[in-house]
């Protein structure tokens, strides 16, 4: 489980990190993966994306449970640079939740817009995305967008297709920001390839369809959140679990 070249090249997080996860809901590191960890992370994708479907379905599929079937990925549940970022954003305590593959072959749909849940009652409970896009995004090619302050509503199962209007429609009123009340607006992001974003769960966002021409969108995400509530997006088996107590110690644990 050890593997500890580093992923990140140099950064800092800084007051403004912290105020602008706060108030956006999400902040974007371009060119934070290092070159060494993008070609592994491409390799180690590229390697779960062939698993045939017969061994990678069932109740276990290959991209929910992604480290689960590929020793990098597995390595980095737990990587100082990791867990020093999740750190950053969770404080103290923290649990890994999930590892799921984002892999996006060209004509990949995208996603329609979500919210994902966590700590409704108590909004103390952080919860937050950890995107490697490895070989990054145009905003209309797979790309992320967000409502900046849509987080702070801490709405679930809202879902609509990947068009605004929709979403507007589906997410009702309240469509200003609680702490600047600013109007919401979408945020359609650029991603160069190594970026790394955050984001706090409940941030409202969709991914652009991937285009025909292009390639594929090598991205992982892994979600770490503070303990205190069971949690539906946690992802992993319980073999997995038993494997890393030593290695992992309360990392993996539930609560
Ligand atoms: O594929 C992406 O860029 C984002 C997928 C997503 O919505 C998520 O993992 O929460
Ligand atoms: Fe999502």
Redesign the pocket.
């Known amino acids: 489980m050890n593997d500890s070249r580093p992923i990140f090249n140099d950064y800092e997080w800084t007051d403004t990190h912290r105020q602008q996860m706060d108030r956006d809901g999400h902040i974007v590191f371009p060119d934070l993966l290092t070159s060494g960890a993008q070609r592994q992370l491409t390799e180690s994708l590229a390697r779960i994306h062939v698993i045939p479907r017969s061994e990678g379905q069932g109740p276990k599929p290959t991209n929910m449970y992604a480290a689960e079937y590929e020793e990098y990925l597995e390595s980095l549940i737990a990587h100082p640079q990791m867990l020093e970022l999740a750190h950053h954003v969770l404080g103290d305590n923290l649990r890994y939740d999930h590892c799921?593959s984002?892999i996006?072959p060209s004509g990949n749909k995208?996603?329609g817009w979500?919210t994902?849940g966590y700590g409704e009652v108590d909004p103390n409970l952080g919860f937050v995305?950890v995107?490697f896009?490895v070989n990054g995004?145009e905003p209309d090619d797979?790309g992320?967008k967000a409502v900046p302050g849509s987080h702070l509503y801490r709405r679930i199962g809202i879902r609509s297709s990947v068009d605004d209007r929709e979403m507007w429609e589906a997410w009702g009123a309240d469509r200003t920001h609680p702490e600047t009340g600013d109007p919401m607006k979408v945020e359609n992001l650029s991603a160069p390839p190594g970026t790394v974003a955050l984001?706090w769960?409940h941030a409202l966002?969709?991914?652009t369809p991937r285009k025909a021409s292009s390639d594929t969108?090598w991205?992982v995400?892994y979600a770490y959140r503070n303990p205190g509530e069971g949690s539906n997006a946690r992802r992993i088996s319980f073999s997995f679990e038993q494997k890393c107590r030593e290695a992992l110690g309360t990392l993996a644990e539930l609560y």
């Open positions: 799921v984002l996006r995208g996603s979500h994902h995305r995107f896009y995004f797979g992320l984001m769960t966002h969709a991914v969108r991205c995400v």
